[in-house]
């Protein structure tokens, strides 16, 4: 490793909105680099569709938001982290339109509030179908005018360092040339992201592959729910892959589930037999429903069908989805969209507070990263954007308050990249380890493939010595992952296991 190191008095690794957040919110007065380990623009929050949730609307209340989290979470929330967050929602949304983001109103000028599943009212801030694009750019541009934030681009960290009493000073990058630095900080923040990587098929960009998670582990950190893996019903599919994510909110504006008729049209409609919500039931229901239905019928998807709304409407409300499918030659206005279910978000993380602290000092996780209690077992629509806001800004202060701790000698384990094996025979790994994952850890699990999974992963771990950190990193987030959907005896939430009943979250 080169001896060369920087030091900041805040480390920001990723580029999301939850790090975005926390750049802009501290005082000026600190030193503030920002890590992206691939361009700027490629995070997850950029890619997010919906919307940010909060009660706005005089007809809806904290109390009925609180209650269709928990009722999504499966009773596994953290009631107290839920009302933090939550109550912080109209003051999230503020902040944001005062830093210009251009979100949607109606005829009178005010925010237009949209539904999605899962939500008893008419709660969702947008930006039409690119809220999470509008959101990220306007952050981003924020923070690249301010001189006290560097934003380094193509870095990757690699492993957290920590000092002789295992506080967290920094971690070592490899850059955009494939060299390895430490970077000193006084804080160091895990804004990493999601694993949804871990799949062959995901919703997520390709630099969301749970490195934080694993990194967080091994630097002593409680990592919790990580079986909580939630899957998007409706990615389109194209040629029998996911190609991209269609919003929950079309389904909230009326869109429906059908299967394809012999004509490949929309037939019947199915998730009336799954759930009395319907179209409107939470994601983990619907995904399973979908997955149940395309088993069933030996179907490569079914179809979502919004041609009910007039051109004008969709193009208004849904340009983002409409360009989408029309650059695979589907017109959303006259034909239905073919959907399957798709790796999407990580409801659990690591163990933090609201205010992102975790138990290894100077170490701190927010956003998709964190586990904050939030989402339970499974994470109510919209309600992940808001988290980013509230907990980057909650952070802020928290870290306001502290003195800087000048990093002393380090004690880190610098993970060299691996030399013995080829990067063809690394792809090919990955690809192995997503398709494991795939079949044994997927939407629907049971003892038997669980079981397999470890074993599969234990043997991997002696095979993979040679391999790069990053795909080691994989490997052991992936065991993390499986070890966690062992101990959890009983299907709740997003974790459906066919050899434990479906109980109450209480029971569970």
């Given at each position: 490793?080169?001896?060369?190191?920087?030091?900041?008095?805040?480390?920001?690794?990723?580029?999301?909105?939850?790090?975005?957040?926390?750049?802009?919110?501290?005082?000026?007065?600190?030193?503030?680099?920002?890590?992206?380990?691939?361009?700027?623009?490629?995070?997850?929050?950029?890619?997010?569709?919906?919307?940010?949730?909060?009660?706005?609307?005089?007809?809806?209340?904290?109390?009925?938001?609180?209650?269709?989290?928990?009722?999504?979470?499966?009773?596994?929330?953290?009631?107290?982290?839920?009302?933090?967050?939550?109550?912080?929602?109209p003051q999230a949304i503020a902040w944001l339109q005062a830093l210009g983001v251009p979100f949607s109103t109606d005829a009178d000028a005010r925010l237009h509030l949209t539904r999605e599943g899962?939500?008893?009212?008419?709660?969702?801030?947008?930006?039409?179908?690119?809220?999470?694009?509008?959101?990220?750019q306007t952050l981003l541009q924020a923070c690249q005018d301010l001189k006290h934030i560097t934003l380094l681009q193509h870095c990757t960290a690699m492993e957290l360092l920590q000092d002789a009493q295992q506080r967290c000073v920094g971690a070592s990058v490899r850059n955009a040339d494939?060299?390895?630095?430490?970077?000193?900080?006084?804080?160091?923040?895990?804004?990493?992201?999601?694993?949804?990587?871990?799949?062959?098929s995901t919703t997520n960009p390709a630099t969301a592959t749970g490195d934080g998670i694993a990194m967080a582990w091994r630097a002593g950190c409680v990592v919790r729910d990580l079986e909580f893996m939630q899957f998007h019903p409706t990615a389109l599919q194209?040629?029998?892959?996911?190609?991209?994510?269609?919003?929950?909110?079309?389904?909230?504006e009326g869109a429906l589930l059908c299967l394809p008729d012999q004509q490949g049209r929309p037939g019947e409609r199915f998730m009336l037999r799954h759930d009395p919500r319907a179209e409107l039931a939470p994601r983990d229901i619907v995904a399973r429903a979908i997955d149940r239905e395309m088993r069933a019928h030996q179907l490569p998807h079914v179809l979502l069908d919004i041609t009910h709304r007039s051109r004008d409407w969709l193009e208004q409300h849904f340009p983002g989805v409409m360009a989408l499918c029309a650059a695979h030659g589907i017109d959303i206005a006259t034909q239905a969209i073919p959907?399957?279910?798709?790796?999407?978000?990580?409801?659990?993380?690591?163990?933090?507070?609201?205010?992102?602290?975790?138990?290894?000092?100077?170490?701190?996780?927010?956003?998709?990263?964190?586990?904050?209690?939030?989402?339970?077992?499974?994470?109510?629509?919209?309600?992940?954007?808001?988290?980013?806001?509230?907990?980057?800004?909650?952070?802020?202060?928290?870290m306001a308050e502290q003195p800087l701790h000048k990093p002393a000698a380090i004690h880190g384990r610098p993970r060299k990249p691996g030399k013995n094996l080829s990067a063809e025979s690394q792809q090919e790994m990955r690809q192995s380890l997503q398709q494991l994952m795939l079949h044994n850890v997927g939407i629907v699990r049971s003892?038997?493939?669980?079981?397999?999974?470890?074993?599969?992963?234990?043997?991997?771990?002696?095979?993979?010595?040679?391999?790069?950190?990053?795909?080691?990193?994989?490997?052991?987030?992936?065991?993390?992952?499986?070890?966690?959907?062992?101990?959890?005896?009983a299907s709740v939430g997003a974790h459906c296991n066919l050899d434990w009943p479906a109980l109450e979250a209480a029971a569970a």
């Open positions: 490793m080169p001896q060369s190191q920087t030091c900041s008095d805040v480390l920001i690794i990723g580029c999301g909105l939850a790090g975005l957040t926390l750049a802009l919110s501290l005082p000026s007065t600190l030193r503030i680099t920002v890590l992206s380990k691939s361009s700027a623009s490629e995070c997850a929050s950029a890619w997010a569709q919906g919307g940010v949730a909060a009660v706005l609307d005089p007809a809806d209340s904290l109390e009925a938001h609180v209650q269709d989290t928990l009722i999504a979470g499966a009773g596994l929330c953290d009631e107290g982290a839920v009302r933090r967050i939550l109550e912080q929602g899962g939500h008893s009212a008419r709660r969702i801030v947008h930006a039409a179908d690119r809220t999470g694009q509008a959101v990220h494939g060299q390895q630095q430490p970077m000193l900080a006084s804080h160091t923040v895990l804004a990493t992201g999601g694993m949804g990587q871990i799949y062959p194209v040629g029998g892959r996911s190609v991209g994510l269609v919003s929950e909110a079309l389904r909230g959907v399957a279910p798709c790796a999407h978000y990580a409801c659990g993380g690591v163990q933090a507070h609201v205010d992102g602290r975790t138990a290894v000092a100077g170490l701190w996780a927010i956003g998709e990263v964190a586990r904050t209690g939030l989402h339970g077992a499974n994470r109510l629509a919209s309600n992940s954007l808001l988290e980013c806001v509230v907990m980057g800004r909650s952070a802020a202060l928290r003892n038997h493939s669980l079981i397999a999974a470890a074993k599969q992963l234990v043997l991997w771990r002696a095979q993979w010595r040679g391999a790069d950190p990053a795909l080691r990193n994989q490997l052991a987030l992936c065991r993390l992952m499986v070890d966690a959907a062992l101990q959890r005896h």
